[in-house]
């Protein structure tokens, strides 16, 4: 089973995103900010981290930077309201308001590329 | 005429300063509107940003309502199947148990007749067994 680490401040989102991602058969954790994310990857197992590019006062930029420097088997997919400064993320990206289905099929193909 | 000449360097001079003055005045209401501008450009971009976190879970809940409501609708649907199931299941069943309610209720009464006539033919052989008994043991 795939284990998705969900990193988004506001709790609305974090909580029914978590479900549906069990509902479409991942194994979900949570986090509310980068530094709860950071300790979640240090503990556990991880396939792929979706993270908010704004978190509060900290940034999933630097987060998704942490991530692939350290823990370069993780695949990231960032997520963002913003429309603007997304032109030089490296990562793939789902623009707010996207609904599940194009999020599992993002997340799928940054899984393939992990792989190879 | 140097007097003239001398007023109109002041006129110059006092033209010059208004000119320069309104300039300064200008320019501080162009940085004005721009700050303006940003704070407005700034507001308007965190009001996007909220607008589409709001849009976010507003989407995220419907999802998850039509997928909670698919999974109840699918489980109804097997509960509907069972329920029809266990009922043609009983209807099969309710021949056999007439059936064996039938012969239930005719061993009951077998059972009682001969109960009956075991009596009555006890009754009859009674006397005679007795007789006999106490024949065979009184001639010891």
């Known amino acids: ?116 | 005429m140097p007097d003239d000449v001398g007023s109109l360097r002041q006129q110059i001079g006092e033209t010059l300063g208004t000119v320069r003055s309104l300039a300064e005045a200008v320019k501080e209401i162009k940085q004005d509107a721009e700050r303006r501008e940003d704070r407005l450009t700034s507001e308007i971009r965190t009001m996007k940003h909220e607008q589409r976190q709001s849009d976010q879970l507003m989407t995220s809940k419907m999802e998850l309502l039509t997928a909670q409501f698919r999974e109840l609708d699918s489980k109804s649907r097997n509960i509907t199947e069972e329920l029809a199931l266990v009922k043609r299941s009983v209807a099969e069943m309710e021949v056999p148990v007439k059936k064996i309610k039938a012969l239930h209720e005719r061993i009951v009464v077998y059972a009682l007749a001969l109960t009956s006539v075991g009596g009555a033919i006890w009754w009859l052989i009674s006397p005679f067994l007795t007789d006999l008994i106490h024949r065979m043991f009184s001639s010891k």
Do not use: H
């Open chain 1, 1 to 116: 089973m795939t284990t998705i680490l969900i990193v988004e401040d506001e709790q609305g989102i974090r909580e029914t995103q978590a479900a549906l991602f069990e509902m479409e058969g991942f194994e979900v954790l949570t986090a509310e900010s980068a530094t709860d994310a950071l300790k979640i990857i240090g503990a556990k197992l991880i396939d792929v981290m979706l993270s908010d590019i704004r978190l509060g006062s900290e940034s999933g930029l630097e987060l998704a930077y942490m991530v692939q420097e350290n823990r370069p088997e993780i695949a990231v997919v960032l997520m963002t309201g913003y429309s603007s400064q997304n032109k030089e993320i490296r990562w793939p990206l789902l623009m707010k308001p996207f609904l599940c289905e194009e999020a599992v099929e993002i997340i799928n193909r940054a899984l393939a590329l992990r792989g190879s």
